[in-house]
Structure formats: structure tokens, C-alpha cells
């Protein structure tokens, strides 16, 4: 099983919205960045868990764990031409872009915050991509180690 942090913006898409979905299930689209989709589409499976971080708000920071009910498949709104993440080049015979399911397990009892977490920085949570200067990424894969050290912060 991996582990993941993906990340959202949540007045796009938040843990709110997720609590609201149906089996508190959603697909998890619209990633638009080639190393992220490769994550989506090569190495997630069915099983694995993911956390769920707000970012671009507030106060960014850890919200929620997930898990993923369905591995990659092809992003149907990249040939939704009313959708707003359409692609005009992907090509339902070779997709460009993946997306995954995803159901939300729990709440966390509180935010485990961006400030939290780099207060952890230069040793438990060292390698921790989400910490490294330069990365964007929406998917990033997180260590069990890790994972399990964000869950005991809450």
C-alpha cells in the first residue's frame, strides 16, 4: 500500500464537499501536471492512503485521510469540451490525463497546519516533499513513517 498528500484548493473542492458526495466518494480530476499524472496513472491503487491538505486558503494544512477506491483511469473531463479542465489534444484511445476515486475515511479532530508540519522540518519530517523548496505538485507521495508521524500530530 503507498501513501499520498493530495492536495486542493477548498472553495474548489474541500473536505466539505467530499463529507457531501455520495458514499463520500469522489473522482479526484483534473490534475494537470505530467509528473502528477503519471502518479495517478502508474502508482496509485486501489487500497492505498491519502491525506487531504487545503491549500491556498487560510490556514493550509491537513484536514482528512482518505482512500483510494479506484486506481487511474482516464480523466473523463479532459474530453468534456463544457468542462472547464477539457484538453482538446487528449484522446480517449491515449489519454493525456488520469484521475482516481477517492473516499473519505475521517475528519481529522483539528488542522495539522503548514506551520505545524515545517516545525518539523529538519527531522521527522526531513524528506517530506511537501516541505521541499519548489514543490507544487497537487499528488505527492508521502513515506508510511511520515504519514503515520502527521496522523499522531492531530
Not at 486506481?71 to 474530453?79: K, L, R, S, V
Not at 484522446?91 to 473519505?104: E, G
Not at 475515511?105 to 483539528?110: A, G, I, K, S
Request: proline residues 5%; positive net charge.
Amino acid at each position: 500500500m503507498n501513501h499520498w498528500l493530495m492536495k486542493t484548493e477548498p472553495t474548489t473542492f474541500g473536505v466539505d464537499d467530499l463529507a457531501r458526495a455520495p458514499k463520500r466518494t469522489t473522482m479526484w480530476d483534473g490534475v494537470r501536471n505530467y509528473q502528477a499524472r503519471n502518479m495517478l496513472r502508474d502508482e496509485f491503487a486501489r487500497g492505498d492512503r491519502a491525506l487531504l491538505y487545503h491549500s491556498s486558503c487560510e490556514v493550509p494544512g491537513v484536514v482528512a485521510t482518505m482512500r483510494v477506491v479506484r486506481a487511474g483511469y482516464a480523466d473523463p473531463t479532459a474530453f468534456d469540451r463544457r468542462h472547464r479542465h477539457y484538453d482538446e489534444g487528449s484522446d480517449p484511445a491515449n489519454p493525456r490525463w488520469y484521475a482516481v476515486d477517492v473516499q473519505l475515511e475521517r475528519r481529522l479532530r483539528r488542522v495539522i497546519t503548514l506551520t505545524e508540519l515545517r516545525a518539523h522540518a529538519t527531522r521527522e519530517l526531513s524528506k517530506l516533499l511537501l516541505l521541499q523548496k519548489g514543490s507544487r505538485l497537487s499528488v505527492m507521495p508521502v513515506s508510511e513513517a511520515h504519514f503515520d508521524f502527521i496522523l499522531a500530530l492531530e
